[in-house]
């Protein structure tokens, strides 16, 4: 069975450009989840969307992060205009719901210089 | 209070060694505990789910006490191969609970 997948897997930008990453979950799974990990600490969750609904964003800097579930599958999440502390490693996981397992792709390194 | 703590260590132990974890979690409605371990540079992969009456996969342990909210993870005969960042792992109360991560705990197995 395939994993997630994420690309790109590096990206290196200047501050106040945009970014844009993208995700595809694990055929079937309904949950998807959009993480910012900063070096040292565990991954903090962004956005959780449920199908192609939003579930929880409450930790989305909405003023500069945006995320989208178009159909229900993939995901893309945006940055514009970056900061230098966007920097950090953006995971995309999903699950196929309840209370079960969550799957972790490899992610994206973000470098803003 | 951090929704879920973790001392960071780091833990530097030699083969063979016991090494225990411990995280606390400050959610009392929270439903599901995980222990997962990430390598460094990789994305995080479930080690083991935790369960109220305790739980073991092999060397590993893991016990759960709603009263003190408390989580811990005892690794036995520990190998090289267990070096990594071990992330204590707290879920909410509904089927759409989100996980909260704690901050990791680093632990480093030396020969």
């Known amino acids: 069975e395939a994993g997630v997948a994420q690309s790109p897997r590096y990206k290196i930008i200047e501050k106040r450009q945009s970014v844009a990453f993208w995700c595809n979950p694990i055929s079937g799974h309904a949950t998807l989840y959009w993480y910012q990990q900063i070096l040292g600490q565990g991954p903090k969750l962004l956005i959780q969307f449920q199908n192609n609904g939003v579930v929880d964003d409450s930790q989305l800097p909405k003023d500069r992060f945006s995320a989208e579930r178009l159909k229900g599958v993939d995901s893309t999440l945006k940055i514009q205009p970056a900061k230098l502390e966007d920097s950090a490693v953006y995971l995309c996981?999903?699950?196929?719901?309840?209370?079960?397992?969550?799957?972790f792709g490899p992610g994206t390194r973000l470098t803003v210089l | 209070r951090k929704e879920v703590e973790q001392d960071p260590g780091p833990f530097n132990v030699p083969e063979g060694a016991t090494v225990a974890f411990n995280c606390t979690y400050s959610n009392s409605a929270s439903q599901s505990f995980f222990w997962y371990r990430q390598d460094c540079r990789k994305e995080p992969k479930l080690l083991m789910s935790v369960y109220s009456s305790g739980n073991e996969d092999g060397r590993f342990t893991a016990q759960l006490n709603r009263a003190s909210q408390y989580i811990s993870l005892l690794i036995r005969d520990s190998k090289l191969s267990d070096s990594a960042t071990y992330l204590c792992?707290?879920?909410?109360?509904?089927?759409?609970?989100?996980?909260?991560f704690g901050q990791g705990t680093i632990l480093t197995v030396h020969p």
């Open positions: 792992v707290v879920r909410g109360g509904t089927s759409y609970g989100k996980l909260t």
């Open positions: 996981a999903s699950d196929p719901g309840g209370l079960k397992e969550q799957f």
